[in-house]
């Protein structure tokens, strides 16, 4: 009979994988309940999960932020493929990625941090001049994952109560108050995509618009103007999004019509939709989300509260929680590991 509850804050994307994960590694005596403001059901827009595109798509850098996400999103990359073959229900498919910038920044036009993030990406190849539309300066092309972000956090949320753990509706006012909601809570774990009262988090506004006009591959274009374009198909016949915009601490709920016109109007010069639909779209809704983001990047860290109760933080994924969802996960298990927080088993 558990003796002990892991408490997990939140069920977005990182608190259910980071939930799953813990799940492999709980000894006999303990239990995990994940509690929650928001669920998959659920549609606000300080609840980013379900509004996410999602692709993957490698971002070239060398700040340690950039070289950190870079490991995660490689082994998220190599456990969405066996999610994508193992798990036909999970809204995880894999198809052709697409890049074309127009203004490459300088990153890009460095060969080692290009190398450092896209050559783990199955079939990747620089495009030549003559593969490239008119405009575009830089191009490639390689394998890439894109996720029916509601269906896939209804698919982990599945598995995790199928597995044996608790779920709870609930809002916190302060993380403390996790400690009381469980019999013998000692571990904390803080998956609330802001965080509760940091001041180093922030929101980055996205606008896109999902539409029902099919497209086979994901595209990304950026435009001189610093602008992004994208189109990423959801599996499972959930339609494309068609994006976006990324407005740092923008509060704005609603949608702007301006923002959906130009955001198609790109759409339908640069996508290669199919052409029964006559290059108009037939729009579903658009989508307003506020990526949890933080400055320096996610906080993914142990805090000791007393001799007995730890706090475990996994939050601040800005615009790449999909992306990095797997390797935040399993870096957060390793530190309860570390710490003594689970039980280390030979299936590791
Ligand atoms: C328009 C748009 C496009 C995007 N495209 C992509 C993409 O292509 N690829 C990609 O990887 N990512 C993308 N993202 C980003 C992605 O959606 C986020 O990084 C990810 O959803 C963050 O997940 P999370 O679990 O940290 O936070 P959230 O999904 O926000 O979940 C937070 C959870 O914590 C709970 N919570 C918070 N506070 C409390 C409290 N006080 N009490 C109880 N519960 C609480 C919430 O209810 C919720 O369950 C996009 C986002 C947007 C908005």
Not at 256 to 279: H, I, M, Q, V, Y
Not at 299 to 308: A, F, G, L, Y
Request: glycine share 12%.
């Amino acid at each position: 009979m558990p003796n002990e509850t892991i408490v997990v804050i939140g069920a977005g994307v990182i608190g259910l994988t980071t939930a799953l994960r813990i799940q492999q590694n709980l000894s006999p005596s303990q239990s995990i309940l994940l509690v929650a403001r928001d669920f998959p059901s659920d549609t606000s827009v300080n609840y980013a999960s379900p509004w996410a595109g999602a692709h993957y798509r490698p971002v070239p850098g060398s700040t340690h932020q950039a070289l950190r996400e870079a490991n995660q999103a490689q082994r998220t990359y190599e456990y969405m493929k066996r999610v994508a073959a193992d798990e036909p229900g999970s809204g995880v498919a894999f198809i052709r990625g697409v890049e074309h910038l127009e203004a490459p920044p300088a990153e890009y036009l460095d060969r080692q941090s290009v190398e450092n993030v896209y050559s783990h990406l199955d079939g990747f190849r620089a495009l030549s001049g003559g593969e490239v539309p008119d405009g575009v300066v830089w191009g490639v092309e390689y394998g890439t994952y894109v996720v029916n972000s509601p269906v896939y956090c209804a698919h982990l949320l599945r598995k995790f109560v199928l597995g044996g753990g608790e779920v709870k509706k609930f809002e916190l006012v302060n993380l403390m108050e996790a400690f009381s909601l469980a019999r013998g809570v000692r571990t904390v774990v803080n998956c609330s995509g802001i965080g509760i009262g940091d001041p180093r988090a922030f929101i980055i506004r996205g606008q896109t618009c999902l539409v029902r006009n099919p497209v086979s591959e994901t595209i990304t274009r950026q435009n001189t103007d610093g602008s992004w374009s994208f189109c990423i198909p959801r599996p499972l016949d959930g339609g494309t999004i068609i994006g976006g915009t990324k407005e740092p601490h923008s509060w704005d709920p609603n949608p702007s019509l301006e923002t959906r016109e130009r955001l198609l109007a790109n759409a339908t010069k640069w996508f290669p939709f199919t052409p029964e639909s006559g290059g108009k779209f037939d729009v579903i809704r658009d989508i307003v989300g506020r990526r949890p983001a933080r400055e320096g990047g996610m906080r993914i860290e142990v805090e000791k509260i007393t001799d007995d109760r730890y706090v475990v933080h996994g939050y601040g994924a800005g615009g790449r929680g999909f992306e990095l969802s797997r390797g935040v996960a399993e870096d957060m298990a390793g530190l309860m590991l570390e710490k003594g927080l689970l039980q280390a088993k030979a299936s590791l």
